[in-house]
């Protein structure tokens, strides 16, 4: 059995999940998935990333237990034990079976890494102004701060983002 994740890990990824779908859900993209979907990438690999995000173009590939190819985002939210399987294995397969966009988010280092794949290269979506931003997903943003609020400040909830976004 897999250890369990830390509570801000835990906090992290339902943020995140709740975010992405509500952005997903209002724009009918397609479906944002949590950590129990498992993505069949080939024989060797079937990987369960924290968020996923899978096209209306791409739902054919769900079947019932799992999806038959890659998503076309998928978001890691890195832990101390898995940290290296996520930023170089998940990211070498991910490239290779063609996830489109890549996010690791790291509590410990209340840092965010975006990637989207260029003919087959991972290229950095840098952040401007401590805005996040997906290509992949036109007009989603997130600000950093958000996600690693200061100790004197709170996290805002998923509904006033949804405001700010423009989504409600």
Do not use: C
Not at 30 to 39: H, S
Not at 94 to 108: I, L, N
């Amino acid at each position: 059995m897999a250890s369990p994740a830390s509570f801000e890990h835990a906090k992290v990824q339902s943020f995140l999940l709740t975010t992405f779908s509500n952005f997903v859900h209002a724009r009918q993209l397609g479906v944002v998935l949590g950590e129990n979907a498992a993505y069949r990438l080939n024989e060797d690999n079937v990987y369960q990333p924290d968020v996923s995000f899978l096209s209306n173009d791409r739902l054919h590939l769900a079947g019932e237990v799992r999806v038959n190819g890659a998503p076309d985002l998928a978001l890691e939210v890195l832990s101390p034990s898995s940290r290296r399987y996520d930023l170089v294995e998940k990211r070498i397969n991910y490239a290779r079976f063609g996830v489109r966009e890549y996010w690791t988010v790291d509590p410990v280092e209340r840092s965010v890494s975006v990637l989207e794949q260029v003919q087959g290269e991972w290229l950095p979506i840098q952040a401007e102004e401590g805005v996040l931003r997906s290509r992949l997903l036109d007009g989603f943003w997130l600000r950093l701060e958000w996600l690693f609020p200061a100790a004197d400040q709170s996290r805002p909830n998923e509904l006033e983002i949804a405001r700010l976004q423009g989504l409600i």
